[in-house]
């Protein structure tokens, strides 16, 4: 059996929690395979961290933060302590510290909105941002040189209040509750030392990260992830996704990553007004079926020449943009109307690469050519480098901050 909040209630709480590990067979939180298991629990330690290569959720609580005037780098490291213990807890389906209801003169450890449930697939990944990198912590001469700001890109409509930030925290879980309470409570960990500079629900995954996920569908209502770098070919993810030893490469961001994300409005009032053939040629696939214009099959292989020029997804293949690859884990998202009353919609694009000039130069492409623009705008926009994945008793960023 696996505690998870849940089975907790189930027995009674605290004194529940001592009866039921007394019990043989009994283990808190049962880790399985990055997949999830049985009892929704995604390992949260390993060489890589959780949420890039697992499998990719329904929901998701993207948060961009801030550090505080005055903190120091052992600040951080603690708050680095701290988030590394409340996460490994979260991920397996428990209250941080104490509990929801750990003290009844004192605000509880836990706010108490995941009681009950699952741990729902819980990831949670974080990332430190270039400008982390400044005179604030010693930290300059440790910033690798991939990790500067953006460029400006063509395109770019970029809100400064919805872009950048000195940390990020993506949480993904199939209950969007879950993923909430995750942010909430790492963000209230961090008071005094972080504060949330933007943060993005997003509901519906628009990749797929695995061969055993069927691919979802975006809110132009085109399949999308077809032809995603996918945790199974192990070959790609080392050339493309993780960072490794070459000498350009820091030891501190071995086994990690880094990750763009740009909040990308869809025109989705224009989308609509436009035939189907039209968007077809735009995506350059077939709507309903995935596949490459021309073929039926949603896997079939895609010859980028024999499509139109300025379509989507001929100017995004890896052999357009000199083998450029990425793995694209990004949800959609809706934060009601704009000012002008149009829905403000669209795509949370987020991927994860070995080298921040893959996205560059697949976006200096895509936003000089490709017929989306006349239905999207990039309105937000950030890049962090992932850290690598820590073992029980480890600390995440030890290596970055010692
Ligand atoms: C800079 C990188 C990319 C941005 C930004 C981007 C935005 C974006 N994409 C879609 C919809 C689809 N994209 C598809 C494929 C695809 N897109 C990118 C990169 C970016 N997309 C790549 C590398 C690829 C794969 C190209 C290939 O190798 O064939 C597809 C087709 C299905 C699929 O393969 O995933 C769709 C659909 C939207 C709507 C959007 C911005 C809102
Ligand atoms: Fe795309």
Redesign the pocket.
Request: glycine share 10%; net charge positive; no cysteine.
């Given at each position: 059996m696996t505690l998870t909040r849940r089975a907790l209630l189930r027995t009674g709480g605290a004194a529940g929690l001592a009866a039921a590990t007394a019990g043989a067979g009994f283990v808190l939180g049962r880790e399985t395979d990055a997949g999830g298991g049985p009892d929704h629990v995604v390992a949260f330690h390993g060489p890589h961290q959780a949420g890039i290569a697992t499998a990719a959720q329904d929901r998701l609580h993207f948060a961009a933060l801030d550090v505080e005037p005055g903190v120091t780098r052992a600040d951080l490291r603690d708050l680095m302590a701290r988030w590394t213990a409340a996460s490994e807890r979260l991920t397996r389906g428990l209250d941080v510290g104490a509990g929801a209801s750990s003290a009844a003169l004192a605000p509880p450890d836990d706010t108490g909105e995941a009681v009950g449930l699952s741990a729902a697939n819980l990831t949670v990944t974080f990332g430190v941002g270039p400008s982390l990198f400044d005179d604030r912590f010693g930290l300059a001469g440790r910033r690798p040189a991939a990790l500067g700001p953006l460029p400006a890109l063509p395109g770019d409509a970029l809100d400064r209040s919805r872009s950048d930030g000195d940390l990020c925290v993506q949480a993904c879980a199939d209950d969007p509750q879950v993923a909430f309470h995750a942010v909430r409570n790492l963000a209230r960990l961090g008071r005094g030392v972080v504060t949330v500079r933007w943060s993005q629900l997003g509901f519906g995954r628009?990749?797929s990260t695995s061969t055993a996920q069927a691919?979802p569908r975006?809110?132009?209502g085109?399949?999308?992830?077809?032809?995603?770098v996918k945790a199974e070919d192990a070959r790609a993810m080392d050339e493309a996704v993780w960072v490794g030893g070459r000498p350009d490469e820091p030891a501190w961001l071995r086994g990690g990553s880094y990750l763009?994300a740009?909040r990308?409005r869809?025109l989705i009032e224009v989308w609509d007004r436009a035939s189907l053939g039209d968007q077809e040629q735009t995506?350059?696939?077939h709507k309903r079926s995935?596949a490459p214009l021309g073929a039926s099959d949603e896997f079939a292989t895609?010859r980028?020449a024999s499509l139109p020029p300025d379509s989507?997804?001929r100017l995004?293949?890896?052999d357009t943009n000199r083998g450029a690859?990425?793995l694209?884990r990004g949800y959609s998202f809706t934060d009601g109307l704009e000012a002008l009353g149009q829905l403000d919609a669209?795509?949370f694009?987020l991927?994860y690469m070995r080298d921040p000039s893959a996205?560059i130069t697949?976006?200096n492409r895509?936003g000089t050519s490709d017929k989306?623009n006349e239905?999207?705008k990039?309105v937000g926009s950030g890049l962090w480098a992932v850290l690598p994945g820590v073992r029980p008793g480890a600390v995440l960023g030890s290596a970055l901050l010692a």
């Open positions: 628009t990749s691919t975006n809110l132009m085109f399949k999308d992830g077809t032809a995603n763009v740009r990308i869809m995506i350059g696939r995935g895609l980028p989507h997804v995004a293949h890896p690859r990425l694209r669209g795509l694009f991927a996205f697949l976006q895509l989306l239905y999207i990039h």
